[in-house]
């Protein structure tokens, strides 16, 4: 692992951090460098994730906070919960994302049909998003489409790219330069519009893993420089 001795770029809270692919992609980017937030509705969930990740990675890189107050203290917010959660979640700490990106991994699955393509009424998560946020906040799309499996060991290499949609460059910027942290490679994907795309891939790579026996496919773009 790296050693926690980079600059810390950026404050950055994780809301739904105590889910698999928050938690590892909290631990990958705390090992660059980053403040890390780990933020839950539970104070007692994050404090027990937390010391837990804590522990696994031999230091005190990561900190607990309830969500409205993890995204009071960032500069950057990365939403990582089901897509049953994701409008009460927004609802709940919207009042204190003004002039923020966020990050959001929501894919709209639709348990138990989690290996066909859900459409939600706004066509897209981070599209309900955005809608619900307004224009004083700059979602971005990302890491929908990248396995926890493959997350989870923050000495792996991570053989996939990072579709990248959003309408703000410097939001976009921003995501990309966080998959370099997490070791893959962010691709501009377009406008926030092409995240219909991009969420709707996860069931078919969902479907490949069940049909294929594997776990973690992931998308990898072709034809670009390194």
């Known amino acids: 692992m790296s050693e926690h001795d980079s600059?810390?770029?950026?404050s950055i809270a994780v809301v739904g951090g105590t889910g698999k692919e928050g938690s590892a992609l909290a631990k990958r980017w705390a090992l660059k460098g980053y403040r890390v937030i780990i933020g839950s509705r539970s104070a007692e969930k994050a404090v027990a994730t937390v010391t837990e990740l804590n522990e696994e990675l031999g230091s005190a890189y990561l900190a607990a906070m309830v969500n409205e107050e993890a995204v009071q203290n960032a500069d950057l917010i990365v939403l990582s919960v089901p897509y049953s959660?994701?409008?009460?979640?927004?609802?709940?700490?919207k009042a204190h994302l003004d002039g923020k990106t966020v990050i959001d991994l929501t894919v709209p699955l639709a348990p138990p049909a989690i290996f066909t393509v859900t459409v939600p009424e706004g066509k897209a998560a981070c599209l309900e998003a955005q809608a619900m946020l307004?224009?004083?906040v700059n979602v971005?799309?990302?890491?929908q489409n990248v396995s926890?499996?493959?997350l989870a060991n923050p000495d792996n290499d991570v053989d996939c790219d990072v579709l990248i949609c959003g309408d703000n460059a410097d939001a976009k910027a921003d995501a990309v330069a966080l998959a370099e942290a997490a070791g893959m490679?962010?691709?501009?994907?377009?406008?926030?519009a092409n995240a219909v795309a991009v969420e709707a891939l996860t069931p078919v790579l969902?479907?490949?893993?069940k049909t294929y026996k594997v776990k973690g496919a992931g998308i990898r773009i072709t034809g670009l420089a390194d």
Not at 140 to 143: E, G, L, R, S, Y
């Open 185 to 192: 490679r962010g691709v501009d994907a377009g406008p926030l």
């Open 206 to 209: 969902l479907y490949i893993n």
């Open 7 to 10: 600059p810390l770029i950026k």
């Open 85 to 93: 959660a994701h409008k009460p979640t927004l609802e709940s700490i």
């Open 140 to 143: 971005v799309a990302a890491f």
């Open 134 to 136: 307004g224009e004083s």
């Open 148 to 150: 926890a499996v493959k």
